[in-house]
């Protein structure tokens, strides 16, 4: 039982390239979510999806784009990365019930040169 | 605007001793708490939560208490120990909503 994959764990971008972050859950939770951390920031949501065909935006969303074709994915895209967009992006899943916890990956560290 | 607010970015505090670790919040519909632990290169872990109907919950060394009139929240880890030696996120969430609110973070470190 993995819970929640992510990959890769580590990438490096140049500006303006594009790429794929993948996250997938063994869970069969109908919440899934994205995060990014970022020293003295703490967590803040990027893009959440309640179950396959619905997202929403988070706290920030720009630069991010998200679809959810099936409970177990959840891909986060960046369609032309910028050096802010370097930052550790922790998908996590659950919460959907109300009151319950989310679980998280182990996270994919992305550097935009 | 920071919802959920750690004033304290860091603590030291000897091994055997309490812990306490604070939280503030400024949405009075948060509804649900949580306290995350989170090692170097491993995502959070979730430790303990509390729903605003109780102002206390336990689970082995780790108590939450949530004071709603003062809107804080506060983690004590009785006794502590060096593997406790990590960051702590708070995080909150309100009623009809999926989004979790987290705090910037409090990296403790026990003292042998």
């Known amino acids: 039982n993995a819970g929640v994959t992510q990959t890769p764990k580590f990438q490096v971008l140049k500006t303006g390239q594009s790429m794929t972050l993948q996250c997938a859950q063994d869970?069969?939770?109908?919440?899934m979510s994205w995060y990014r951390q970022d020293p003295g920031m703490g967590l803040r949501l990027i893009h959440y999806?309640?179950?396959?065909?619905?997202?929403d935006q988070g706290e920030v969303p720009n630069g991010y784009n998200v679809s959810r074709s099936t409970t177990e994915d959840f891909p986060l895209r960046l369609l032309s990365a910028a050096p802010s967009q370097t930052s550790v992006y922790f998908c996590a899943t659950g919460g959907g019930i109300r009151n319950s916890p989310l679980h998280f990956g182990n996270g994919t560290r992305l550097t935009v040169t | 605007d920071q919802q959920v607010k750690q004033n304290s970015p860091s603590l030291s505090v000897q091994e055997g001793r309490i812990s306490i670790l604070n939280c503030d919040y400024t949405?009075?519909?948060?509804?649900?708490f949580l306290w995350y632990k989170k090692y170097p290169a491993e995502g959070p872990t979730f430790l303990i939560s509390i729903s605003s109907i109780k102002d206390k919950n336990e689970d082995g060394r780790f108590t939450v208490f949530l004071n709603k009139s003062a809107k804080h929240l506060s983690l004590h880890i009785v006794p502590s120990q060096p593997g406790d030696s990590a960051v702590y996120f708070c995080a909150a969430s309100g009623p009809g909503t999926y989004k979790y609110i987290f705090g910037t973070g409090t990296r403790l470190k026990v003292l042998a």
């Open positions: 999806s309640v179950g396959a065909g619905i997202t």
């Open positions: 869970m069969n939770h109908e919440y």
């Open positions: 949405n009075s519909m948060f509804d649900y």
